[in-house]
């Protein structure tokens, strides 16, 4: 298989681009995401590792955030006394008294999850070196980062002096999160930083080692603890400095400084090279499952594999309380909050091709029933209401309140109020992991809990209004309509919720008596409470114009003002942006695919080819995609429906939103509902997969024109079955 359609090249450094490619650049391993900052460090760079699950409240924020951990990269090169750097500032980029950069090259294997940099360079003296850099998040063992540098004098016989240092001199864009008593240790060749967290008090420890040929002394001062080496190279000759660093937290081990020093020390004697052999072998088995491969669009495939990288690299590992972010480990954007971006996006790649990580992700809603049902009673309801935006603790953490606009107001933020679809969505998760896995251990014990809790919140939610069923002042996928009455996609999935809660009572009942009962009594599903949520069934209000055979978004939907989106075309912002907040709200511009949606989710139990088709040719005209999880879902249903050139288009779209910045805003990290939405348009839109009474099958696939073929493996019910469209007829 071509290496090229592995790799993620750039070449070239462009500081006006560093951000962004700090975010696309990101290695991780399910415990940590460290973005592609570079060792040496730069002018507004934000280098940043985020470990899953230290959340902290700052006593000045409105919220709880991720917080940025103590920085392992630097590496800080001098060259005959020349300091090794691509530039200083943009404006005297290649100054010959800074050295001078004669080659850049950066690459980020996505099949063995390793970041490498090639720079030749000039020192002032008109020595030359070829520096050559890698890193590595393990995936053998989490806690373990590894760097190596090597050096080699391709001209003259340079003076080498090394620094690797750690800094505990971080912050989240300003927000300071760690008490300033950081324990700094440097001793037998080893830098040290034990760092607490002010509100929530977690610890972590970070460790580093220096391993070279030649003598190492400590150096450095306060919070910037470094280990120094030095050395004369002969022309041709190479040195390699390697630099293992450790990772522990509060929540793995009691004392984390202490477990990382003795980690490092282990790590160090294993070596670089048997660290990074046992690295990759674990990513050939992440992707011996995961990959699509496309034949036909070398373009597509290799973004492909990328979004489908960042899902394996943030999705958590060995952890149960944490799950993945809307940005990923990647960058600062959305606090590291956990939205439904996870459960309908990110998580289905999972289920399919590694259930363990997925059932990772069911867990870590397991452990926060008790948050939502806090916020159930909270608001007056029964069950569990899941939070819009959960962090660790489980409580609602969406902000009530925006960051201040250009004019210095705030606008009131109302997701964590009535965007109450996430509650549903997370029961479809679960509903989906336990059909493709077969787990029915995970379901007695855990799953069934959260379908029937939820339902229980739903049953006590809706409204008895008219002799039918309402639910009103919800905000539904699309948000730029807020608190609508009788959104059609959260009454038609509350529907599917509560028919999947007593179909699941059903096989309760059948396969695990014990488990029903204990459920039935624990939950009160009580005969009365099975009854109502049958009439709700019944006499649920989905609004839908017989006439025209369309699904309404939401009563008087159609009253407002239509803009038509396809006219403002090309733009790079939102039509939102464009014709302002005030009026898009009160006019059809939807943000994201709302019904249409529903139909990916949904299929034909909710509307039969001539509604989908009346449906698309309604809602898609009038869709922004003011969100990244827009264009995947039309993708998908765009290709359920054979409508191929807008599919492709669609999924186009998607599938490079991170790498093209199309949106401007990958500086605060990957979009990982996009990313796991384009395996999904490719699976369940283009090939047509479909779980069947009979098991996993393709029906009526259909590929983009130019695609010759696509070949993926899916785990149903613990048997690896591999698929394939297309291909030599
Ligand atoms: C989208 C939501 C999404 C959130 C986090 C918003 O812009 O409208 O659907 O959950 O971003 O990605």
Known sequence: MARRLWHIIERGFYPDRQLHHETIFTIGNGYLGTRGSFEEGYEGDTPSTLVHGIFDHAPNMLVPELVNVPNWLPIHITIDGTPFRLVTQASDYMRPQDGLVLGFERILELDRGILSREVLFRAASGNIVRLIFERFASLDNEHILAQRVRVIAVDGSPQIEVEAALDGDVTNAGAQHWLPDMTVLAEN????????????????????????????????????????????????????????????????????????????????KTGYDQLLAQHTREWSKYWETADILIEGDDECQLALRFTTYHILITAPRHDENASIGAKTLSGLGYKGHVFWDTELFALPPLTLTQPQLARNLLMYRYHR????????????????????????????????????????????????????????????????????????????????????????????????????????????????????????????????????????????????????????????L????????????????????????????????????????????????????????????????????????????????????????????????????????????????????????????????????DLHDNKGNVRDGIHAAACGGVFQAVLFGFCGLELTPEGPKLVEPRLPEHWRRVQFNVYYRGAKHTFEVGGPA
């Open 369 to 524: 029933l008790p948050g939502a049902r806090h916020k159930a009673q909270a608001n007056g309801f029964e069950g569990a209401m899941f939070p819009w935006e959960s962090t660790d603790t489980g409580e609602e953490t969406t902000p009530q309140w925006s960051d201040p606009q250009p004019d210095g107001t705030r606008i009131r933020i109302w997701t964590g109020d009535t965007e109450q679809h996430i509650s549903t969505d997370i029961a479809y998760g679960v509903w989906q992991y336990w059909h493709w896995t077969g787990d029915d251990d995970f379901l007695k014990r855990y799953g069934a809990e959260i379908i029937l809790d939820t339902a229980v919140f739903w049953g006590s939610r809706v409204e008895e209004k008219n002799g039918r069923y309402e639910i009103s002042q919800q905000i539904g996928p699309d948000e730029y309509h807020e608190n609508v009455d009788n959104s059609v996609f959260t009454n038609r999935m509350v529907v599917w919720h509560l028919e999947t809660a007593l179909s699941l009572l059903d096989w309760l009942k059948n396969h695990a008596a014990s488990d029903h009962d204990r459920l039935a009594a624990t939950l009160k």
């Open 189 to 268: 060749e080893v830098i040290g930083l034990e760092a607490k967290t002010q509100q929530s008090s977690y610890v972590v420890g970070i460790a580093s080692k220096l391993i070279t040929k030649s003598a190492v002394q400590h150096t450095g001062s306060g919070l910037q603890p470094g280990l120094r080496t030095s050395l004369q190279l002969a022309q041709e000759d190479e040195a390699v400095f390697d630099k293992i660093s450790v990772i522990y937290s509060s929540r793995d081990v009691t004392a984390p400084l202490t477990s990382a020093v003795a980690e490092v020390q282990k790590a160090a």
């Open 526 to 657: 009580t005969p009365d409470r099975l009854a109502k949520w049958r009439d709700i069934i019944a006499r649920m209000v989905i609004p839908f114009d017989a006439e025209k055979q369309i699904h309404i978004q939401f009563p008087g939907f159609f009253d407002m003002e239509y803009i038509p989106v396809p006219n403002y075309t090309p733009r790079t912002s939102s039509v939102q942006a464009i014709v302002g907040h005030s009026r898009s709200i009160q006019s059809q511009v939807i943000k994201q695919a709302d019904v249409v949606m529903m139909m990916a989710l949904l299929g034909d139990q909710v509307a039969n080819r001539e509604v989908m088709l009346n449906n698309w040719n309604t809602y898609y005209p009038r869709t922004d995609h003011g969100s990244s999880l827009s264009p995947a879902m039309h993708a998908w249903v765009a290709g359920r429906l054979g409508l191929m050139e807008t599919a492709y288009d669609m999924f186009h779209h998607a599938v490079h939103i």
